[in-house]
């Protein structure tokens, strides 16, 4: 029962979807503010990268794992336009 729910733990992503959101929610905010934000989205792309990171590796579904390639694609394309800010 102890090894059951310690592999049920580790395919539970649910904590990295949640912190994902929020690194979101900041994100559309930050994106709000006329003053220089450049390095607070880096800092934001980093985390997001970090959680999809995490849900990847958690990932034991072929429809998750093609979903964590696409928002890599896409945070890829973000980071690039954060750089163009800084």
């Not at 985390?47 to 990847?56: A, C, F, P, S, V």
Request: no cysteine; proline share 0%; net charge negative.
């Amino acid at each position: 029962a102890q090894e059951i729910a310690f592999i049920a733990e580790r395919l539970d992503i649910a904590e990295e979807v949640a912190r994902l959101k929020t690194h979101l929610a900041a994100t559309r905010e930050i994106l709000g503010r006329s003053e220089a934000v450049g390095r607070q989205l880096g800092f934001l792309g980093q985390e997001m990268l970090r959680e999809i990171n995490t849900i990847g590796s958690k990932a034991n579904d072929a429809a998750i794992t093609h979903a964590v390639i696409a928002m890599k694609g896409e945070l890829e394309k973000f980071r690039e336009q954060v750089e163009n800010l800084e």
